[in-house]
């Protein structure tokens, strides 16, 4: 399985989406985004460009041909179009256990809290978003993943950033990779 994942988009516009990104995403099996959309248009862009998407919640769980998996970050919760998006979700996939989470609950780029917070779920994989920083990191059976900010916008502390995002590949093993715009 082969997921782009995306995250800090702060975007207004869904047209602002990069036309390489939905492209991209036509060949993956999914579409992970760490949040910080801040407008429901951009999720229904992504929604379209994934075509169809994973419903998840506590008394429902319908899989479709591909994944839409985005939780809530930060600035999402200033939008009221976008509060029903959760905070975690988590998924699994090839017998690896992955979640997903903005981050900002645990301050900027706390990796030991998110790394707490992993092991305590037991996960393989934490995709996180929040600090604009693409990482991806092994610390003893977990991976790490930050995609970035998919548009470039300024981190929370002021500091210009690249447009990234990251392919992760889910088989016997786990691979990720970023990439640049």
Not at 63 to 83: A, F, H, P, Q, W
Not at 132 to 144: A, D, S, T, V, Y
Request: proline fraction near 3%.
């Amino acid at each position: 399985m082969k997921y782009l994942i995306i995250g800090d988009l702060h975007l207004s516009e869904p047209n602002k989406i990069p036309e390489v990104i939905i492209n991209l995403a036509k060949k993956m099996d999914g579409i992970i985004c760490t949040g910080d959309l801040t407008s429901k248009i951009v999720l229904e862009k992504l929604k379209k460009m994934n075509k169809t998407f994973f419903l998840r919640s506590k008394k429902m769980h319908r899989r479709m041909t591909r994944d839409l998996i985005v939780v809530k970050g930060n600035c999402d919760t200033l939008v009221s179009e976008l509060i029903d998006l959760p905070e975690y979700l988590e998924f699994e996939v090839e017998n690896k256990k992955i979640g997903v989470i903005h981050s900002h609950q645990f301050g900027r780029g706390n990796l030991e809290k998110i790394k707490e917070f992993a092991n305590s779920k037991k996960l393989d994989v934490i995709i996180f978003g929040h600090t604009h920083q693409p990482l991806i990191e092994k610390r003893g059976n977990l991976f790490l993943i930050n995609p970035g900010t998919l548009t470039g916008a300024i981190s929370g502390k002021g500091i210009q950033t690249e447009k990234t995002y990251a392919i992760l590949e889910i088989g016997k093993d786990i691979n990720a990779k970023i990439n640049r715009l």
